[in-house]
T-cell receptor, first 114, second 116 residues
Framework: ETGVTQSPTHLIKTRGQQVTLRCSSQSGHNTVSWYQQALGQGPQFIFQYYREEENGRGNFPPRFSGLQFPNYSSELNVNALELDDSALYLC?????????????FGEGSRLTVL | AQTVTQSQPEMSVQEAETVTLSCTYD???????LFWYKQPPSRQMILVIRQEAYKQQNATENRFSVNFQKAAKSFSLKISDSQLGDTAMYFCAFVNGSSNTGKLIFGQGTTLQVKP
């Protein structure tokens, strides 16, 4: 059984650029959630995708957007990068939406914005 | 809005001893779930233990147990017989039971160091 994998693991961008982060969900999981974890803080929910549609969104501006593909892998896109976007971005997959679906996390993509 | 507070940024414990991590939360909901997650350095976050608010019995998973005080809105994690592999950041998290996304609300985390 393949776990959740994320790429790239580390990347550096400059302010104003755009970034795409990728996530492959665990086998059999159709739901992907994205979280932002600033240094020394707990993760914050960005959004969730279920069957290729956005299923819920946290308090993040529209420049944070996502996609989910038919194989349930997902992308997180961030436009017009700001310094405060520097964080660890975590992807988590689950077999179902809602509270009964245990989340399985990837190792994260660490983004540094200069 | 729901909030989760972990008031201990860092803790340490000697190997084989017992340590308790604290967590308080605030909600007006009656149906919710509480979790403790472990995030080892540069490794995936994994679920340690889960508690349903409607259950009075405290959850237990091997060396990990919780003390769930619903009236006080307190949810502490006890690690018995601490092992070096328990060194990690620990997050307390809350989910509204009626959430259609299972959105987790995390505390700020407690870094636990287990010393040999």
């Amino acid at each position: 059984e393949t776990g959740v994998t994320q790429s790239p693991t580390h990347l550096i961008k400059t302010r104003g650029q755009q970034v795409t982060l990728r996530c492959s969900s665990q086998s059999g999981h159709n739901t992907v959630s994205w979280y932002q974890q600033a240094l020394g803080q707990g993760p914050q929910f960005i959004f969730q995708y279920y069957r290729e549609e956005e299923n819920g969104r946290g308090n993040f501006p529209p420049r944070f957007s996502g996609l989910q593909f038919p194989n349930y892998s997902s992308e997180l896109n961030v436009n017009a990068l700001e310094l405060d976007d520097s964080a660890l971005y975590l992807c988590a997959s689950s077999a179902v939406t809602g509270v009964t679906g245990e989340l399985f996390f990837g190792e994260g993509s660490r983004l540094t914005v200069l | 809005a729901q909030t989760v507070t972990q008031s201990q940024p860092e803790m340490s414990v000697q190997e084989a001893e017992t340590v308790t991590l604290s967590c308080t939360y605030d909600t007006s909901e009656n149906n919710y779930y509480l979790f403790w997650y472990k995030q080892p350095p540069s490794r995936q976050m994994i679920l340690v233990i889960r508690q349903e608010a409607y259950k009075q019995q405290n959850a237990t998973e091997n060396r990990f147990s919780v003390n769930f005080q619903k009236a006080a809105k307190s949810f502490s994690l006890k690690i018995s017989d601490s092992q070096l592999g328990d060194t990690a950041m620990y997050f307390c998290a809350f989910v509204n039971g009626s959430s259609n996304t299972g959105k987790l609300i995390f505390g700020q985390g407690t870094t636990l160091q287990v010393k040999p």
